[in-house]
Nanobody, 120 residues
């Protein structure tokens, strides 16, 4: 069982930056593939980014603007968001799964989310 707690959301102007953090419980953090998803009002939840050891995965919509990283010593995964756009406004969820294929589509473990609002 993995518990995930996101933080770092907030209100930012277009073009600005935010860093999201996801703290996890458990002693097996390094064995999990970690990811971020987001859900905008009236839209389905969508994949944003994932990281498996040294390999990273990004949605086309954020590639080049967002960076995912992890600190296994702190059991924490981060999402650095730059050049934010109003369309990035959403609730951002941290996710975890032992398998890459699953974390990209339907992770087994989820956080409760943190709101990111980008004003124009």
């Amino acid at each position: 069982q993995v518990q995930l707690v996101e933080s770092g959301g907030g209100l930012v102007q277009a073009g600005g930056s935010l860093r999201l953090s996801c703290a996890t419980s458990g002693r097996t953090f390094s064995s999990y593939v970690m990811g971020w998803f987001r859900q905008a009002p009236g839209k389905e939840r969508e994949f944003v980014a994932a990281i498996n050891w040294g390999r990273t995965y990004y949605a086309d919509s954020v590639n080049g603007r967002f960076t995912i990283s992890r600190d296994n010593a702190k059991n924490t995964v981060y999402l650095y968001m730059n050049s934010l756009k109003p369309e990035d406004t959403a609730v951002y969820y941290c996710a975890a799964d032992p398998k890459v294929s699953t974390v990209l589509t339907a992770p087994n473990y989820w956080g409760r989310g943190t709101q990111v609002t980008v004003s124009s």
